[in-house]
């Protein structure tokens, strides 16, 4: 099973997705004087854009059409560098490969996302913008992220994907940046089968974004607008059938965040009788989603043998998300220039080859967390988990 909102698929959505099959209306536009058409993406961007306290939401076709959207946005020339974390999903380096940019691999730190350390170490004359990917949920160090920039002129894209709800230091994130991106897929916090979101407070960012997801057309449009466009566009248009799963999932978030927040607390406070290992670095323990608890053992021989009793795997081995594991975009790094062998950020694989994912409300193998509780755990089955996972650390 996928993420937590999925779990919680109910009347709401389906009810939501019947109005809309029986309004007529399944495009985003509609007829304006049709009191049947119901507009739920644009009352979706507004929701989301309320949710957030950001001036412009953005619906899409995915989390990465989202970024693509985004990175586009930012207005840079080919060839410019965009640092991103080298633990991430393939969609932060591809987003920036298809709009013409470099990404430029920087370690990442013991909550499992970009290192700031190594930002500053990364920074070249072409660097232009800085991608944080908030990591299973966790804010990055945000602070440190965008006194970074503010010091070098670079623009902040945050990849916010994993992370709807999350925040920072009392903002949301995706807010905190110049721009930044949600998904709806099936393993996020809320989800619609797949959609995404971008949020901004900047009107040109906004309104380029609106562009090159809409054929290059300003916000809004109500015709064709012929004569009037400057950016040249794709088409990453969300539905009214998607949009109004969205906006009954987003209606949930809240009561997921908390219920994931509270089973996190009871499992981490059980496993904590056990020894050789110690949890991720959450950088605002208040804002973190609890999707995921991420345990860093002392050694990567320890952690493979508890996630091998377990049926579980080590992070570096779960496939996804681990640049290494990714041989299309290394193929596209060694043609740039940039590290691309295994090894090429041995910080990141040194944590990652010492860390377990544990499902909270993300069950994905692809993440490395096939195996923990859900958020229809009950208190008996944190409990039989949590013995579990002591009885496999009693082992090491
Ligand atoms: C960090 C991150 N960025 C981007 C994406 C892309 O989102 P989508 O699958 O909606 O395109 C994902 C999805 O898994 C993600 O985890």
Known sequence: MPGPGAYLFGKE?????VEVMKSGYLFRYGSENDPKFLHKVSTLEKEFAKYCEAKFALATTSGTASLVASVFALGLKPGDEIIVPAYTFVASYTSIIFAGMVPVLAEINESLTLDPDDIERKITPRTKAIMPVHMLGNPCDMDRIMSIAKKHKLLVVEDSCQAA??????KKVGTIGNIGTFSLNIFKTINSGDGG??????DILYETAFGVHDQGHKPCRLGLEVGNRNILGLNFRMNELTAAVALAQLGKIDKILATLREKRSKFKKL???ANGFKFRTLNDPEGDCATICTVI???K???AKVSKMLCSKTVDNSGWHVYHNMEHVLNHLKNVGQ?????SYPKTDDILSRAMNISVGVVDGGLGSGWGININST???IESAAKQFIIACKSI
């Open 271 to 273: 496993i904590s009788e």
């Open 301 to 303: 021989e320890q952690a």
């Open 379 to 381: 208190d008996a089955e």
């Open 165 to 170: 709800g999350a925040t920072y230091k009392g």
């Open 297 to 299: 053992f002392d050694t």
């Open 339 to 343: 590290p691309h062998t295994k090894g």
């Open 13 to 17: 959505e389906m009810e939501a997705v």
């Open 197 to 202: 979101l971008v949020v901004t407070n900047d």
